[in-house]
């Protein structure tokens, strides 16, 4: 079984203040990573991802990640964000499960970028 | 963006009526996806499809089947609606069972 937790609802930051989303997940066997970003009325659409490799990934929009295997961790972060960020954020945790790839999200962290 | 099209994009229907939504895909993907997000819940998985006439059951599947004749349409099915069954809906679609999914822009379905 897996699971995601995604610790904080809500976070309010100031425009151009750094922001870290939190991530923490659980799995008995190896997992890719991913975030994803929600905007009203909107599907969801992919940020970064982490399958293999350097455990600091870089997405679009600004924003990049860091897998942590031994805090079972995956925090997002950005350095100065912008209005236009304002949205909620996913955090996924994917693992083989015979005949697909079972992905299981958090239940989403809210940004509110405040001018 | 992914060639998705979730349609309709709204439907607000009776309890006990059918309902079909539906998913149709222009990236030639092999695995297709149908989920439900609610409030508190996150995303959660009704049911997949791994290719054309092939689909199998995810962890919210009571009370939908899907159907997928074509690689391109990935149709979801309320067989007798419930207010329970309000939610929005999501289609989501994935080149192989290892790379990332990605999502149309859902269907707000209400059952009054």
């Known amino acids: 079984a897996q699971s995601v937790t995604q610790l904080d609802s809500q976070v309010p930051v100031f425009e151009e203040a750094p922001v870290e989303l939190r991530c923490n997940y659980s799995s008995s066997v190896s997992v890719y990573l991913f975030w994803y970003v929600q905007y009203p009325n909107q599907g969801l659409q992919l940020l970064l991802k982490y399958l293999s490799g350097s455990t600091l990934v870089k997405g679009i929009n600004g924003f990049e990640a860091e897998f942590n295997k031994s805090q079972t961790s995956f925090h997002l972060r950005k350095p100065s964000v912008h209005i236009s960020d304002t949205a909620e954020y996913f955090c996924?945790?994917?693992?083989?499960?015979?005949?697909?790839?079972?992905?299981?999200f958090g239940t989403g962290t809210k940004l509110q970028v405040i001018p | 963006d992914a060639g998705i099209t979730q349609s309709p994009r709204h439907k607000v229907t009776e309890t006990g009526t059918p309902v079909t939504l539906r998913c149709h895909q222009t990236?030639?993907?092999?695995?297709m996806y149908w989920y439900r997000q609610d409030p508190g819940h996150g995303l959660r998985l009704i049911h997949y499809?791994?290719?054309?006439?092939?689909?199998d059951k995810g962890e919210v599947s009571d009370g939908y089947s899907v159907s997928r004749s074509k690689t391109e349409d990935f149709l979801l099915t309320l067989e007798s609606a419930t207010s329970s069954q309000t939610s929005v809906y999501f289609c989501?679609?994935?080149?192989?069972?290892?790379?990332?999914?990605?999502f149309g822009d859902g269907t707000r379905l209400s059952i009054l």
């Open positions: 989501a679609i994935s080149e192989s069972k290892d790379q990332p999914q990605h």
């Open positions: 990236e030639n993907h092999r695995y």
């Open positions: 499809s791994y290719g054309v006439k092939d689909t």
């Open positions: 996924a945790v994917s693992a083989d499960s015979g005949g697909y790839q079972k992905v299981t």
